[in-house]
């Protein structure tokens, strides 16, 4: 430990945000980080606990608290403190192959369950990892490191995710050879597509896959595994195929004049506008332009938040985002204590700008759709909402979800987003592959495991778990690879 009465001695400090009637003019990442030694100062508020709650990835009543990959948290914030960038990032890549993801867009599990945070501000851990990972790039400590040796062994991985991309750079440092399969143009899955460039942008994505590649990795894009290539044959030419196809399928909202034009998922929303972006800046026209239009957002959760600074970002004249949940407490509830994950109200980024675009919050709690208003030609001019309240139900005991008598209006809307989350593998996938899946149709596995009912067919990320993180996400792709690599070599050193 390198500071003792470091948490003492200095305040928490992050990086300064442009400001948002600013940031709404580009779609660039908008943070500006500290510089080296202010950032070496937040290492020393680490009290190396002796319970580090920060990397304990643990379960507390449904939550995760700490780091999902056990990330030696106050060993790399102690290295920070007292200049050993080097080693810092060595120990970092002990347990995270992808720092500058989850330095950007990880919800930051590991602060909210640091001891400092418990009676004052916790340490800024995941701006020091940010400053331990760019610093590599920048020094060159994150150059590509192939293998010395290869086994003669091969893994086809369909997917390019960040469960994909785990698994494939895990086996490929074991000495396997890997290929990597996305039906996209680009490598890269939900980081590429389905996270706005203003949150991580993509020329991040194409460093880490130079390194990958320069490391061994094959990848190979617009081939859509199951359409273009059948099973078969994946299973032929190599000895394991890893599913890390994610839970792709959007929950949709069943509602009366479902079928107007200006409806769409989010995640097609946020797809064409990140390739549109990539493609041509925007003059291409192909991507869902919410100018001057009023947008309403069905579901408040990160993927909401991103189609709501997206939609500013495209000038549009108001943007509603609908929650059927209460607002959360702004400060934790007494039945809510430290270690858990803090159950309170966070005003994100695309929150922030509509309050200084707008002059309100952009959010309406305990609010569902009710009904899709259709014009004459068949286009979305409004959306009918009804005011949801809790009851419980005197047969069942349970809590349900009742509309409020006369509490239904309308909200003008030429564009309707559904970001209510996603229900588990596409069929067409699964199908395909034979493999058995659970009643959430995410793929079926033993207790722990990731062996799929069929021979040499192993399964993780969201496709396995459903919809989670992107932590986890690696989390998952780091313990498949390990399965994987037992079953083809008798046991594994991963």
């Given at each position: 430990?390198?500071?003792?009465?470091g948490?003492?001695?200095?305040k928490?400090e992050?990086?300064?945000?442009?400001?948002p009637?600013?940031?709404i003019?580009?779609?660039?990442?908008?943070?500006e980080?500290?510089?080296?030694?202010?950032?070496?100062?937040q290492?020393?508020?680490?009290?190396d606990?002796?319970?580090?709650?920060?990397?304990?990835g643990m379960?507390i009543?449904g939550?995760?608290?700490g780091c999902?990959?056990?990330?030696?948290?106050?060993?790399?914030?102690?290295?920070?403190y007292?200049?050993?960038?080097?080693?810092?990032?060595y120990r970092?890549?002990?347990t995270s192959n992808?720092?500058?993801?989850?330095?950007?867009?990880?919800?930051?599990l590991?602060?909210c369950?640091?001891t400092?945070?418990?009676?004052?501000?916790p340490v800024?851990?995941?701006?020091?990892?940010?400053?331990?990972?760019?610093?590599?790039?920048?020094?060159?400590y994150?150059?590509?490191?192939?293998p010395?040796?290869?086994?003669?062994k091969s893994v086809?991985?369909?997917?390019?995710?960040?469960?994909?991309?785990?698994?494939a750079?895990?086996?490929?440092?074991r000495?396997?050879s890997v290929?990597?399969?996305e039906r996209?143009?680009?490598?890269?899955?939900?980081l590429?597509?389905?996270i706005p460039n203003?949150?991580?942008e993509?020329?991040?994505?194409?460093?880490?896959?130079?390194?990958m590649k320069?490391?061994?990795?094959?990848?190979?894009?617009?081939?859509?595994?199951g359409?273009?290539?059948k099973?078969?044959?994946l299973?032929?030419?190599f000895?394991?195929?890893?599913?890390?196809c994610?839970?792709?399928n959007?929950?949709?909202?069943?509602?009366?004049?479902?079928?107007?034009?200006?409806i769409?998922?989010?995640?097609?929303?946020?797809?064409?506008?990140?390739?549109?972006?990539?493609?041509?800046?925007f003059?291409?026209k192909t991507?869902?332009?919410?100018k001057?239009?009023?947008?309403?957002?069905?579901?408040g959760g990160?993927?909401?938040?991103?189609c709501?600074?997206?939609?500013?970002?495209?000038?549009?004249?108001?943007?509603?985002?609908?929650?059927m949940?209460?607002?959360a407490?702004?400060k934790?509830?007494?039945?809510?204590?430290?270690p858990?994950w803090p159950?309170v109200?966070?005003?994100?980024?695309?929150?922030?700008?509509?309050?200084?675009?707008?002059?309100?919050?952009?959010?309406?709690y305990c609010?569902t759709?009710?009904?899709?208003?259709?014009?004459?030609?068949?286009?979305?001019?409004a959306?009918?909402v009804?005011?949801l309240?809790w009851?419980k139900?005197?047969a069942?005991?349970?809590m349900?979800?009742?509309?409020?008598a006369g509490?239904?209006k309308e909200?003008?809307?030429?564009?309707c987003?559904?970001?209510?989350?996603?229900?588990?593998?596409?069929?067409?996938?699964?199908?395909a592959?034979g493999v058995e899946?659970t009643?959430?149709?995410?793929?079926?596995?033993g207790?722990?495991?990731?062996?799929?009912?069929?021979?040499?067919v192993f399964?993780?990320?969201?496709?396995?778990?459903?919809q989670s993180l992107v932590v986890w996400?690696?989390?998952e792709g780091r313990?498949?690879a390990?399965?994987?690599d037992e079953?083809?070599m008798?046991?594994?050193?991963?």
């Amino acid at each position: 430990m390198g500071k003792p009465t470091g948490f003492m001695e200095y305040k928490r400090e992050v990086s300064k945000d442009e400001e948002p009637l600013s940031r709404i003019n580009h779609f660039n990442e908008f943070h500006e980080h500290l510089p080296k030694e202010k950032q070496q100062l937040q290492g020393a508020r680490c009290m190396d606990c002796g319970v580090p709650f920060c990397q304990a990835g643990m379960m507390i009543c449904g939550m995760t608290s700490g780091c999902p990959l056990n990330n030696l948290i106050p060993e790399w914030n102690d290295l920070v403190y007292n200049g050993n960038w080097r080693q810092a990032y060595y120990r970092l890549k002990k347990t995270s192959n992808f720092p500058e993801f989850t330095s950007r867009v990880c919800p930051g599990l590991c602060e909210c369950a640091c001891t400092c945070g418990l009676n004052g501000d916790p340490v800024a851990t995941k701006e020091n990892e940010y400053a331990i990972i760019e610093n590599a790039y920048a020094e060159g400590y994150a150059a590509p490191n192939p293998p010395q040796v290869r086994t003669g062994k091969s893994v086809a991985v369909i997917g390019s995710g960040p469960s994909g991309l785990a698994v494939a750079d895990q086996l490929n440092k074991r000495g396997h050879s890997v290929t990597v399969y996305e039906r996209a143009d680009r490598v890269g899955g939900l980081l590429m597509y389905g996270i706005p460039n203003m949150k991580l942008e993509k020329q991040i994505i194409d460093r880490k896959i130079d390194v990958m590649k320069a490391e061994g990795v094959n990848f190979v894009t617009n081939t859509d595994i199951g359409k273009d290539v059948k099973p078969a044959k994946l299973l032929h030419d190599f000895d394991r195929v890893v599913l890390a196809c994610g839970a792709s399928n959007p929950r949709d909202i069943k509602a009366p004049g479902r079928d107007a034009e200006g409806i769409y998922f989010a995640v097609d929303f946020l797809t064409r506008n990140t390739k549109s972006l990539l493609d041509s800046d925007f003059t291409d026209k192909t991507y869902i332009d919410t100018k001057d239009k009023d947008v309403v957002i069905i579901g408040g959760g990160d993927t909401g938040n991103d189609c709501l600074g997206t939609s500013i970002r495209h000038g549009a004249k108001s943007v509603t985002l609908l929650e059927m949940m209460p607002k959360a407490p702004d400060k934790r509830a007494e039945n809510n204590p430290w270690p858990e994950w803090p159950k309170v109200c966070k005003t994100d980024y695309g929150h922030q700008e509509a309050i200084a675009l707008y002059g309100h919050d952009p959010r309406m709690y305990c609010t569902t759709v009710k009904e899709f208003i259709k014009d004459k030609k068949g286009n979305l001019k409004a959306v009918k909402v009804v005011e949801l309240s809790w009851e419980k139900d005197a047969a069942t005991g349970r809590m349900n979800m009742v509309e409020v008598a006369g509490s239904e209006k309308e909200l003008p809307a030429q564009i309707c987003l559904i970001a209510a989350g996603f229900l588990g593998a596409q069929k067409y996938v699964t199908d395909a592959f034979g493999v058995e899946v659970t009643e959430r149709t995410n793929v079926k596995t033993g207790n722990g495991k990731f062996a799929t009912s069929v021979e040499n067919v192993f399964v993780t990320g969201d496709m396995h778990r459903g919809q989670s993180l992107v932590v986890w996400a690696i989390r998952e792709g780091r313990d498949c690879a390990r399965e994987v690599d037992e079953s083809l070599m008798g046991y594994s050193n991963l």
